[in-house]
């Protein structure tokens, strides 16, 4: 079975620039995440979906940060404009949706804002 | 809300040594207790969980964690640390409907040959 699929990798922009992360689940997941972690934390929540309809994004910074996930499946996350403080590791998840089930992740992806 | 303490960012151990990562959770609800590792350039790996039932938790790797309500932790051990144990490795919490869980600082483990 394949895993959580995120690209890119890694990402170095300048500050005010834009960028946008892609992330595929694992077949059949309805529920999807993006994390970010900053070094030295853990992952903190930015938004969940629910098929493609946002279940929680309360942590979202929604003047720079938009995610959609679009028919369901495949979800971007985008920034725009980067601050410094947004380097961070971006993380996808995807889970069958209960509260008890697994989240599986992704590898992540590095961003670096200078 | 609900959260995760995870004392001590960075444990040292001994190879063969007991290897002991604690958690205490915060929760209104009946949690959902995870950990995860995870290594170098990698996504999370999910070690072991504790949902309901058996309160002793087996995991790979060795691993295993004991729910213990009382004291509301969760900690985590090895019997005998291995060298590919060096990873920092995550308590987490769930339960509250929406299935977002809330992570811990982490623990850096450091395994001394």
């Known amino acids: 079975e394949a895993g959580v699929a995120q690209s890119p990798r890694y990402k170095i922009i300048e500050k005010r620039q834009s960028v946008a992360f892609w992330c595929n689940p694992i077949s059949g997941h309805a529920t999807l995440y993006w994390y970010q972690q900053i070094l030295g934390q853990g992952p903190k929540l930015l938004i969940q979906?629910?098929?493609?309809?946002?279940?929680?994004d309360s942590q979202l910074p929604k003047d720079r940060f938009s995610a959609e996930r679009l028919k369901g499946v495949d979800s971007t996350l985008k920034i725009q404009p980067a601050k410094l403080e947004d380097s961070a590791v971006y993380l996808c998840?995807?889970?069958?949706?209960?509260?008890?089930?697994?989240?599986?992740f992704g590898p992540g992806t590095r961003l670096t804002v200078l | 809300a609900q959260s995760v303490t995870q004392l001590g960012s960075h444990v040292s151990v001994s190879e063969g040594a007991l290897v002991l990562l604690r958690c205490n959770y915060s929760s209104s609800v009946p949690p959902y207790l995870f950990w995860y590792v995870q290594y170098p350039n990698q996504g999370l790996q999910l070690l072991l969980k504790y949902t309901t039932g058996a309160t002793l938790v087996k995991g790979i790797n060795g691993f295993e964690a004991e729910f213990k309500k009382s004291e509301t932790s969760f900690h985590l051990t090895k019997p005998s640390a291995h060298m590919s144990d060096a990873a920092e490795y995550f308590c987490?919490?769930?339960?509250?409907?929406?299935?977002?869980?809330?992570f811990g600082k982490g623990n850096q483990v450091v395994v001394i040959p």
């Open positions: 987490a919490v769930s339960g509250d409907g929406n299935n977002r869980l809330a």
């Open positions: 979906f629910q098929n493609n309809g946002v279940v929680d």
């Open positions: 998840a995807s889970s069958l949706g209960a509260p008890s089930n697994t989240q599986y």
